[in-house]
């Protein structure tokens, strides 16, 4: 199972395209309301999530979690205890913790980027406390993998999708999505 999380003032490109590509790849994956029933992104798009934070289940069927950036989303997310929570529970049970522009700087105050590689949007380099720096639009490093900014949400996308399946699949994807 993946749970992209969704607080108030998220991103909606860092999102809904990796939500949108995960079920391309037949992979389960659900959008998780962390500021109410109806979540409105940074641009004023509303969504109503599959589930509420209190309804996901912290077990063995937990793959992977997503923290799209976007202000003040990850402020939001940062902010939220039961968030703080099952970024917890997927770094010591060895789960995939994918964060996208603001949000990996809440993975490096957390100290969870010490020793990785990592990206980010520009700007927000300082907040990877203890990571290696690499300005690309991915950057994955064992269980963590990190993306730029809206405009990397596709290519950020597919790397959950190849992690989550395989090559083949992401690959696949890239070509019926027409990516290059």
């Known amino acids: 199972m993946v749970y992209v999380f969704l607080a108030t003032g998220f991103e909606e490109m860092e999102a809904l395209a990796p939500t949108d590509i995960l079920r391309r790849a037949k992979v389960d994956v659900k959008t998780v309301g962390v500021t109410g029933s109806v979540v409105s992104s940074s641009h004023g798009v509303t969504v109503s999530p599959d589930l509420f934070i209190d309804d996901i289940k912290l ?84 269980k963590i993998i990190t993306g730029k900014g809206a405009g990397a949400s596709i290519e950020f996308g597919l790397k959950l999708a190849e992690v989550m399946t395989s090559p083949e699949v992401a690959a696949h994807l890239r070509s019926s999505l027409q990516c290059r």
Do not use: R, W
Not at 99 to 125: N, Q, R, V
């Open 59 to 142: 077990d063995e069927n937990l793959d992977m979690i997503v923290l799209p950036g976007g202000m003040p989303g990850t402020l939001n997310l940062e902010g939220n205890d039961k968030v703080q929570k099952v970024v917890d529970y997927c770094s010591e049970n060895d789960k995939f913790i994918a964060a996208i522009c603001a949000a990996p700087s809440i993975l490096g105050h957390k100290g969870l980027l010490k020793g990785k590689k990592a990206t980010c949007f520009p700007g927000f380099e300082k907040d990877l406390d203890g990571a290696e720096f690499v300005d690309s639009l991915v950057a994955a490093d064992g």
